[in-house]
């Protein structure tokens, strides 16, 4: 699975059912996963931008109709119990913001009102 990042440069973990399924560092880059039926988090992170982070959904693999006529019922029960009926999208693309760079300055005086 591809992972990229805009702009390019940052970390991404992707985690799944609250286990750690790899690491990209830095973006762009690939990881391999098995298929699941729960869907995957992606985390990224880059200094000087906003932390973001994106969902690869597990979806179902339409071949498996015609895996459950010549599997059967109790092969297809397998599948779907272990999640190797679903399938994720090949690649992501996570936006990061740039932080603001606007930082709060306290009034000379203190913060006292002037009179």
Known sequence: MAVNTDPTGAECRLDRD??????VNPTPGSVTVSKGRQNINVFCSRDGFEDGAGT????????????????????LGVDAASGAINEYPDSILVHLRREAEVEEQEPENGG????
Not at 18 to 23: C, S
């Open 18 to 23: 609250g286990e750690t399924l790899g690491v």
């Open 112 to 115: 006292a009102p002037m009179s």
């Open 56 to 75: 690869l959904p597990s979806e179902f693999q339409t071949m498996t109709i015609g895996n459950a006529v010549f599997g059967g019922i109790i092969g």
